[in-house]
């Protein structure tokens, strides 16, 4: 669960507690925090209802109060996935979330199997993760024509995107880097039936049946991309238009299930993936054993790999001998990996049994070649569904329906280092796919505001007359690189409009700053700093604060006993003052003099200071009659003392 909070002005740090007491008599969680936000990822559970609260604490150690109390209330669980260490100094960090049919629900285990994450009541189906944390699947709509409508979501329960449903979407959809989405829908066009062993069949229905006469409902798959705004087609690829339907699965029984459902379920295409060096889109086509590659967006097809059949468009790869596979990988050597359901592998390579098994292919030119495999023990075949996943480490998380449905992790060498059992068999549930993300917050991100004060009722920054600077810390606390574009402006026009872009890796912080011309103003002059994550807009964050030309002074109690700024003496004076000052460690020290309007007058003191107490001798100079500030600065604070000068 992510908690977030307010900035408080000098705060060093915050203290946050969560319980099961709305009395905070016994805190689960008592632990402080340097940020805006916290994830907490063990001492939760399902079925209970928390209470939590921060509070700032102080680089004195003086505590400031507690927020009003927050509580929420978990669900229930809805999975019984197990798993099992084999060799956990071996296995890929993360959580594992995986989508299961039939009872159409998601969930997330950590490395124990402790589920942490689940779709609730939302009859949610996980599809994929994208690289910068996008998750993708679809839903349950009962009683509707297209009852499976493809959604973008967060792990949080926001609804990012939905496709608009004029279409039967199935298996995939897929953000383009664009920013529009791609998904396979289903598509249909009469065609003949070929002869086989179910043509007497198909006869006794009163069809011809003699692979001439066009006469029988095909269903092939059409790759449709909708505008992101609109939600209009844009762009279109059809297996009709660029797949030959002299060929057809003749082993596999969909004929025979064709004789039942009266249509043929022809391609099936079930995974879709954009490789953005390339700018091409690969498909992996179930009933016809086949990968394609498809150039983008002219829908060129590039090469066909996989089993030959009649009308000889297979490029390569028809001695891999794969059949009805899942999922498809473009990794960085370029090889794709998939799930080989291995349905047709007596046919294909001869076995005594069905077996499946993930496969690396590499692809030279028109040469293709297996470089790796991982064969599934009988028990394990996965007759549908399943995917494999090439992970941070090296290792493969290979997921089968077999078992009860189980992914497995297995390291280069072939050897299994990690097992999870979701404990789903038909009819009541099928595992569809799993994977091993980083974590479920890819743009949990907190900004705050450097020396960010509060003086009487003023609150916000100081900052100078002229060239001055505003600076943010930035922390990602998630597990995704987040690409973060700031953008800075304010009322009085001081720093114009900037924009700058970073790059935070995870749990990095960083800090970024912004130039501006200030003028003098009679009060605070609001600027706004706007973040949006690149890759993640709904999670955009405003942070305003009010520039003050006029230094603010500092809660004396919240100052630490090793940094002090005595009051000057003698005050008012006339034509000195001893300005006293006291660290407790050697640190920078920055001790200037500014007139009423804010602009620098002096620089009195600008380097490192020893340990100990210090005396500054004054001098008026050529000052006007008036009131001054003297301003300490160290690193991480500032105190202010006022002094009037007589003449």
Not at 289 to 314: A, C, F
Not at 570 to 592: D, G
Request: glycine share 10%.
């Amino acid at each position: 669960v992510l908690f977030e909070w307010e900035q408080i002005p000098e705060a060093d740090h915050y203290q946050i507690q969560i319980t099961e007491d709305s009395d905070f008599s016994n805190p689960i969680v008592n632990t402080d925090d340097n940020t805006l936000a916290y994830i907490e990822k063990d001492a939760l559970d399902w079925n209970s209802t928390y209470y939590w609260r921060t509070r700032p604490i102080y680089t004195s150690g003086v505590s400031g109060s507690w927020t009003d109390s927050f509580s929420f209330t978990t669900g229930s669980s809805l999975s019984s996935t197990t798993a099992t260490f084999i060799d956990e100094s071996q296995s890929q960090s993360g959580v594992t979330v995986f989508g299961a049919f039939f009872n159409y629900f998601s969930a997330a285990v950590d490395q124990t199997g402790k589920e942490i994450w689940n779709s609730g009541d939302n009859d949610f189906v996980y599809y994929s993760t994208s690289d910068v944390g996008d998750v993708f699947g679809c839903y349950l709509l009962p009683g509707a024509e297209n009852n499976l409508p493809g959604i973008e979501i967060s792990f949080r329960g926001e609804i990012i995107w939905e496709e608009p449903n004029d279409e039967f979407l199935h298996h995939d959809i897929i953000r383009l880097p664009n920013g529009n989405y791609l998904g396979i829908v289903e598509t249909s066009s009469l065609g003949p039936i070929p002869i086989g062993g179910w043509t007497a069949s198909f006869q006794g229905l009163g069809f011809q049946a003699d692979g001439v006469t066009v006469e029988f409902p095909w269903v092939g798959d059409k790759l449709v991309e909708w505008d992101k705004d609109t939600k209009d087609v844009v762009w279109s690829w059809n297996v009709f238009d660029h797949f030959n339907m002299s060929d057809y699965d003749q082993f596999g029984g969909t004929w025979t299930e064709a004789y039942l459902s009266l249509h043929y379920d022809w391609t099936h295409v079930n995974a879709v993936i954009f490789d953005e060096d390339e700018s091409d889109i690969y498909i992996s086509t179930r009933h016809l054993s086949r990968i394609t590659k498809i150039d983008y967006p002219s829908g060129e097809v590039l090469w066909n790999l996989g089993h030959q059949m009649t009308s000889g468009d297979v490029n390569m790869g028809t001695d891999l001998g794969f059949s009805f596979q899942h999922s498809l990988q473009k990794l960085e050597n370029g090889n794709i990996l998939t799930f080989d359901n291995g349905n047709l592998a007596p046919e294909f390579r001869g076995t005594d049994e069905p077996v499946s098994r993930a496969i690396e292919i590499s692809v030279d030119g028109s040469d293709a070649s297996l470089v790796w495999s991982y064969e599934l023990p009988a028990d394990l075949f996965g007759f549908a569904s399943g995917n494999t996943q090439k992970l941070e480490n090296g290792n493969v998380l290979i997921t089968t329906v077999g078992g009860g449905g189980r992914s497995l992790e297995v390291n280069p060498g072939g050897s299994l280092v990690w097992e999870g059992l979701y404990n789903l068999s038909l009819p009541d549930g099928a595992v569809y796919r799993a994977h091993r993300i980083p974590g479920l917050f890819p743009a949990a991100y907190s900004v705050m505001i450097d020396n960010f004060v509060e003086s009487g009722d003023d609150v916000g920054i100081y900052v100078p007359i002229g060239s001055s600077d505003i600076s943010y810390t930035l922390n990602n606390e998630g597990g995704y690189p987040l690409v973060l574009s700031c953008h800075i402006s304010d009322n009085e026009g001081w720093f114009g409009s900037q924009t700058t872009e970073l790059t935070l890796e995870p749990n990095a912080t960083e800090t970024i700053s912004f130039t501006g011309n200030v003028s003098a103003v009679n009060g605070g002059n609001p600027i706004i700093l706007t973040v949006v994550p690149i890759h993640h807009p709904e999670r955009s964050k405003t942070i305003s604060v009010d520039g003050f030309t006029s230094p603010l002074a500092i809660d004396e109690d919240l100052i630490p006993n090793s940094f002090r700024l005595d009051e000057p003496y003698p005050n008012p004076f006339n034509p000195a003052t001893i300005i006293q000052y006291s660290i407790y460690n050697e640190q920078n020290i920055l001790l200037q003099v500014f007139n009423i309007s804010g602009q620098l007058v002096e620089t009195l003191v600008n380097g490192t200071a020893s340990a100990g107490q210090h005396s500054i001798l004054w001098s008026s100079g050529q000052i006007s009659t008036g009131i001054y500030f003297i301003k300490m600065s160290t690193d991480l604070h500032c105190q202010t003392r006022k002094v009037l000068y007589l003449k």
